[in-house]
């Protein structure tokens, strides 16, 4: 019983990743920003502390996203007219998102920029 309820869980979970991507345009971007970002960790052979930044990162960021699209959906849903409060918790959100993102892409640099400017000299 406790198997299929987990199970039931994660298949949930699952569908509203899936829904989120099909929907969220932000969602898109960051999933190609974090392929990209993993192709580049592979090629340039990062360390696997590097890679553990790395995936800290990605699920921060993405995590994030999913947390500021169940915001916006639900406020969107329980008050559909405009509302400085509901803007203002939405917008909020938005900049948790903001924020992880620019940690991420200083993470990523530190990561990457060695290797890179390593390729040039």
């Not at 994030?64 to 008050?79: C, G, P, Q, R």
Request: glycine fraction near 6%.
């Amino acid at each position: 019983m406790q198997n299929s309820h987990f199970l039931s869980s994660v298949k949930n979970a699952l569908k509203g990743i899936s829904a989120a991507f099909r929907e969220q345009r932000n969602l898109r971007i960051q999933t190609a920003i974090a392929v990209l970002t993993i192709a580049l960790g592979v090629w340039l052979r990062i360390t696997r502390m590097e890679w553990a930044i790395i995936f800290t990162c990605i699920g921060l960021v993405m995590g994030l996203e999913l947390l500021n699209s169940a915001i916006e959906v639900l406020m969107d849903k329980l008050h559909p007219e405009k509302d400085a409060a509901i803007g203002k918790a939405k917008d909020v959100a938005g900049g948790a998102v903001l924020l992880a993102s620019i940690c991420s892409l200083i993470a990523g640099f530190w990561i990457f920029y060695v290797r890179i400017s390593a390729l040039f000299n």
